[in-house]
């Protein structure tokens, strides 16, 4: 391969390296600098010379000032930046820009489980939720015999999972804070996935008792409920003798689920059904140019098919904010993101930690300087839609098109929470790679290098790196993936992660006191 970089914007004066082994002191670009010392891949060379104190700039944004001057050639390290200010939130402009609607996009359908909420599932999966820990081990261990001795009777079914947590007792259940959470694992255990109610399984003594998790009828949801009797199993209830005693009565519980269950069958649904969250994790200079481009093109094409798309993590969106709200849908959709802004700069302050906490070593390694870096290239994944609404962390979403979910920039918090709020089918971008899934919900992995696509070719579902070499369009990218979540969704294809049972623990967001 010849020497080649990327550079986003006109107004950039660095790039990045594209070839995979990185390249020597002495090459030369055509038109280009020559490297006055050898760079890794996905790092940046300075274009141009650079003064100490002056604005480094890329996807024609500053994304830090200059600690040194440096020659046209350089490595431009993460020393090499100061950070700059975040965007001020108190004088941003409100949908001074809002895009005008897209085409739409017809005749698209997936096949998926209708459910009585108006809601759509990709799955068919029998949930179990806990009120608390404590419960864990037992659920799962029911959840292993189930599997085992169940499911295989109850064809329609596609799994029986266990909705775990570190929630539920030793809280202040009644901070301000606490509603996160318990909205989060009530909206879980409603995923549109799970077909409706879940079994729930309580000690029996925990804060988080069933009452307060689903409240009763006339303060929002209710108990579930299975002919005429709550659908909960009480550890603690005397009833109950033994552990093999309290195992059956799980069991029995599931069979009576699963005979719902295996009622339902996939039907032909619009793509406007489909929910779908978009997530970045270990992330490289590589992700703001190929997969998140791509992954936002696709997601333009799901707005246009009527469909709501999700993209999140607080801290990866702070430093592009004044980027989106000029795309807002209202002045009051751009005012809600800007109260997600600045509620968690509140948040991380009360820690004594700020948005430069966030890279780690191994966005780091991946050429990703810093917070500003990374953000400019997290929000690609948004597309060119308007923004039509915000929702804050644990929310279930009900709007349509572009919707800015409020979650912490953590993968497996982001994820926990995008279930809360809905999402169906999840798309995950990958730089450095990560081996991470669910249960709940399938998630598609894309790559923003070839090099991590062929190196890990049994857990990437699509290659984005072909754009970087010129292989492949960013519009050809979105397109595949496009047509992979519809797949996906209608169970025509599997993912590596799904392939590979790999469920990352659930890990709901708990901004208040523990006790």
């Given amino acids: 391969m010849k020497p080649l970089y990327v550079r986003v914007h006109a107004r950039d004066n660095v790039g990045i390296i594209v ?167 009530r909206n879980i255990s409603l995923h549109p996935n799970l077909g409706g109610w879940p079994l729930v399984v309580s000690l029996g003594c925990e804060k988080m008792q069933p009452g307060r998790l689903f409240p009763a009828p006339g303060a929002g949801a209710a108990l579930p409920v299975l002919d005429g009797e709550p659908h909960v199993i009480r550890m603690q209830d005397h009833e109950l003798r033994g552990f093999g005693n309290i195992a059956g009565s799980i069991m029995r519980h599931a069979e009576q689920r699963l005979e719902e269950l295996n009622r339902r069958a996939r039907t032909a649904c619009p793509a406007s059904g489909l929910v779908v969250g978009l997530q970045c994790g270990g992330s490289d200079a590589f992700s703001g140019v190929t997969c998140n481009p791509a992954v936002g093109f696709a997601a333009d094409l799901l707005v246009r098919a009527g469909a709501t798309v999700m993209f999140s993590e607080v801290t990866e969106v702070r430093d592009a904010v004044h980027l989106l709200t000029p795309r807002a849908a209202t002045p009051e959709v751009a005012r809600a993101l800007i109260a997600e802004m600045r509620w968690y700069d509140e948040y991380l302050a009360r820690g004594s930690a700020d948005r430069s906490a966030n890279p780690t070593p191994g966005n780091k390694r991946g050429g990703l300087s810093n917070i500003v870096e990374k953000a400019l290239g997290s929000v690609a994944k948004a597309g060119t839609s308007a923004l039509a609404a915000v929702a804050p962390s644990g929310e279930r979403v009900t709007a349509k098109g572009l919707v800015f979910a409020a979650t912490p920039a953590s993968d497996f918090i982001c994820g926990t929470q995008q279930l809360a709020a809905g999402m169906n089918v999840h798309v995950f971008t990958t730089g450095e790679g990560s081996p991470y899934g669910l249960a709940l919900a399938p998630v598609i992995k894309v790559s923003s290098r070839t090099a991590l696509a062929e190196r890990w070719h049994d857990l990437i579902d699509v290659d984005a790196g072909r754009i970087a070499t010129g292989e492949a369009t960013i519009e050809e990218v979105g397109w595949e993936i496009f047509r992979l979540i519809l797949d996906v969704a209608s169970g025509r294809k599997q993912t590596w992660a799904s392939r590979w049972e790999l469920h990352n623990a659930l890990a709901p967001f708990n901004p208040g006191p523990v006790t």
């Avoid at 940046?44 to 650079?50: C, E, G, Q, S, Y």
Wanted: hydrophobic fraction near 40%; include cysteine; proline fraction near 11%.
């Fill in 19 to 185: 070839n995979p082994e990185g390249l020597a002191a002495g090459v030369s670009f055509d038109g280009g600098p020559t490297l006055r010392e050898a760079i890794p891949q996905s790092h940046k060379v300075a274009l141009r010379p650079i003064a100490a104190g002056a604005p480094v700039i890329r996807y024609g944004e500053v994304i830090g000032l200059a600690t040194r001057a440096m020659e046209a050639g350089d490595w431009v390290r993460e020393d090499s930046l100061r950070l700059p200010a975040p965007p001020a939130l108190d004088d941003l402009p409100l949908a001074t820009a809002t895009p005008p609607p897209l085409p739409p996009l017809e005749g698209y359908t997936f096949d998926g489980y209708r459910n009585t909420d108006g809601s759509v599932g990709a799955r068919n999966i029998l949930g179990i939720t806990t009120t608390v820990q404590c419960v864990a081990p037992t659920v799962e261990y029911a959840v292993r015999r189930i599997k085992a001795e169940l499911l295989p009777r109850y064809p329609n079914v596609d799994d029986a999972t266990a909705i775990t947590h570190s929630y539920g007792c030793g809280v202040a259940i009644d901070a301000p804070g606490a509603a996160i959470p318990i909205r989060t694992i």
